[in-house]
Structures are given as C-alpha cells and as structure tokens.
T-cell receptor
Framework: DSGVTQTPKHLITATGQRVTLRCSPRSGDLSVYWYQQSLDQGLQFLIQYYNGEERAKGNILERFSAQQFPDLHSELNLSSLELGDSALYFC???????????????FGDGTRLSIL | AQSVTQLGSHVSVSEGALVLLRCNYSSSVPPYLFWYVQYPNQGLQLLLKYTSAATLVKGINGFEAEFKKSETSFHLTKPSAHMSDAAEYFCAVSVPGNQFYFGTGTSLTVIP
C-alpha cells in the first residue's frame, strides 16, 4: 500500500463530458503529480503541485486542469472529453518540492477512464 | 528531446537466469534516476533510486542498478529471475528544469 488514494477506480462516460479525478497524497507529502498512461503514449507527466501551488507542467492539454487544496488533496478535471482521452490516470505524491528531486514518487492505483 | 530511453520493449528470460533491463538517459548535469515496477492493474512501485551517493544501488526484491556516467546508463539487473518478477519496468529520470520523465517501459516475461 503506497498510501496514495485515488478515486474513483473506474469511470465510464461519453464524449464531450467532464469528469473529476481525485487524489489524496501520502501523509506528510506536499507534492502531488498527475500522469496519463495509455498504450500509444506510454506514461506521460501532466502536472505537479507543491503545497497548493503549481510547480511543473508537462504534456497537459488545455482541456485538462488540476488543483491542490489546502488539505493537500488534488483534483484533475478533464473536460470536453474525446475518445483519445481513454487511459489510466495516476496520481503520485512525494516529499520533494519540485519535479527535479531525489525523493521518489509514490503512486496510487490509478483511475481507469473509458470514453464511449 | 527524450531524456530517458529504455532499449527493448519486451524481454524474456528463463526462471533462474540473469535479468538485464537497459536504460540510458540524457542530461547535461547529473540527474536523479529511478526504476519502478508496475504489476497488472496496479500503480508503479519504486524499486530503487540513484541520487549520487553510490554508483551501485541496491533495491527491493534482489534488484540492483549501476550508474555509469561515461555511458549515460542506469541498467537494472537481478542475478536470478523469479516468476514473480514478471511485470512492466520503467526507468525514470528527474532533471533540472523541474521535469520528470519516464521511459516507455520494458515488459519482462519469465519463462518457467
């Protein structure tokens, strides 16, 4: 058990819809990272937050947004969903401040998003 | 530019044989390097990390990796493969500029 909790585990929705994925980091970790894993793109870094502030941005689409709340949980919002957004979305947490860090990331079990 | 490359998307070894999974990185300054393992329908678990303390890093489950600056490599090895080692393995690099990159992964199959 990594200590990182992601909900829901599975999500099925239709094109054009909007969904919110939730992540609770490990106790004591201030950084949260979001990743998208798909068969054709592999594991892609989307965005990182540290203590409520955005710290690093990767290949995140404009239709996607995220935030980290004062209690350190984070949400990833995906809107105007397309078939190609079907993927596993992982959240990870770390005690490091930035993406450039010696501190490892601890991953949740992911949310599997299926767009019909 | 790709910061981490994993050679071989699929590797098969016999049970008891040596496991060698290759990872090369590109960075103008020494990066932090990691190996993660992913079992089906699970998140990634940290196997080991290199943070410049020692070039030979020992991890969990008998895995180890050696940082070779001259070859810009961080290959993962295990002397004797076990059936339970079958999984997807990811090399990852943390580089200045606040970026974290994963390799494309290597699927390890262990043949009984």
């Amino acid at each position: 058990d990594s200590g990182v909790t992601q909900t829901p585990k599975h999500l099925i929705t239709a094109t054009g819809q909007r969904v919110t994925l939730r992540c609770s980091p490990r106790s004591g970790d201030l950084s949260v990272y979001w990743y998208q894993q798909s068969l054709d793109q592999g594991l892609q870094f989307l965005i990182q937050y540290y203590n409520g502030e955005e710290r690093a941005k990767g290949n995140i689409l404009e239709r996607f947004s995220a935030q980290q709340f004062p209690d350190l949980h984070s949400e990833l919002n995906l809107s105007s969903l397309e078939l190609g957004d079907s993927a596993l979305y992982f959240c990870a947490s770390s005690s490091g401040q930035g993406a450039f860090s010696s501190q490892p990331q601890h991953f949740g079990d992911g949310t599997r998003l299926s767009i019909l | 530019a790709q910061s981490v490359t994993q050679l071989g998307s699929h590797v098969s070894v016999s049970e008891g044989a040596l496991v060698l999974l290759r990872c090369n990185y590109s960075s103008s300054v020494p990066p932090y390097l990691f190996w993660y393992v992913q079992y089906p329908n699970q998140g990634l678990q940290l196997l080991l990390k290199y943070t410049s303390a020692a070039t030979l890093v020992k991890g969990i489950n008998g895995f180890e990796a050696e940082f070779k600056k001259s070859e810009t490599s961080f290959h993962l090895t295990k002397p004797s493969a076990h059936m339970s080692d079958a999984a997807e393995y990811f090399c990852a690099v943390s580089v200045p500029g606040n970026q974290f990159y994963f390799g494309t992964g290597t699927s390890l199959t262990v043949i009984p």
